[in-house]
């Protein structure tokens, strides 16, 4: 019932830093955990990050702690993905995901999935 549409990714040289971004319709996010997870060619999707329903906390795959930052407007029915320091091994499909719940979890299940945005990072 929602509709998650991402944006905003594209090829970057290491190093450098891309926002992704993830509109979302249909529902208000306001009651959804949101989260980002990615996939890499010949690799099983994995976690990324996750965002509490009003934004306050937020977890990370170790991966990527410290780098990226995930983030939302409520307001805007939107949820982002800050990436710095971009390494080659982050090249993936990146998904945007929102859960029914009210518990921020290390996860790859979610209820509702928006279609992917290609990351690819060069050396």
């Known amino acids: 019932q929602v509709q998650l549409v991402e944006s905003g990714g594209g090829l970057v040289q290491a190093g450098g830093s891309l926002r992704l971004s993830c509109a979302a319709s249909g529902r208000t996010i306001s009651n959804y955990v949101m989260g980002w997870s990615r996939q890499a060619p010949g690799k099983e999707r994995e976690f990324v990050a996750a965002i509490s329903r009003g934004g306050s906390n937020s977890v990370y795959a170790d991966s990527v702690k410290g780098r990226f930052t995930i983030s939302r407007d409520n307001a805007k029915n939107t949820v982002y993905l800050q990436m710095n320091s971009l390494k080659p091994e982050d090249t993936a499909v990146y998904y945007c995901?929102?859960?029914?719940?009210?518990?921020?979890?290390?996860?790859?299940?979610?209820?509702?999935w928006g279609q992917g945005t290609q990351v690819t990072v060069s050396s």
């Open positions: 995901a929102a859960r029914s719940s009210s518990v921020v979890l290390r996860t790859t299940k979610y209820d509702y």
